[in-house]
């Protein structure tokens, strides 16, 4: 499985943005999927996950409320929708797939590259 991240930027705080998370290789194995980030000097942290049909959702409590997860298996792609962002959002958002639809990073195998998100005051 390949993930392919795309749609960071630089935004004012208080925009949006729209982060997609493109997968291919084994895409007849429908995965559990999430997005995680990573500020400089910080540990890479929990963000949000969605079951593999799409019906389940779980948000960090500091996105709860302004970004929202989905996916379209049938495109094998993921979304995150990101409003009324704010400084301490600016990171590398990372997407990662895996057997388990959990929280956790090391639960997740697969990972795309990362976009950066850079959110100005």
């Known amino acids: 499985v390949q993930l392919q991240a795309s749609g960071g930027g630089l935004v004012q705080a208080g925009g949006s943005l729209r982060l997609s998370c493109a997968r291919s290789?084994?895409?007849?194995?429908?995965?559990?999927m999430a997005w995680f980030r990573q500020a400089p000097g910080k540990e890479r942290e929990f963000v949000t996950a969605i079951s593999s049909r799409g019906d389940s959702t779980t948000y960090a409590d500091s996105v709860k409320g302004r970004f929202t997860i989905s996916r379209d298996n049938a495109k094998n792609t993921m979304y995150l929708q990101m409003n009324s962002l704010k400084p301490e959002d600016t990171a590398v958002y990372y997407c990662?797939?895996?057997?388990?639809?959990?929280?956790?990073?090391?639960?997740?195998?697969?990972w795309g590259q990362g976009t950066l998100v850079t959110v100005s005051s």
């Open positions: 990662a797939a895996g057997p388990r639809y959990v929280t956790t990073t090391n639960a997740y195998d697969y």
């Open positions: 290789g084994r895409t007849f194995i429908t995965y559990p």
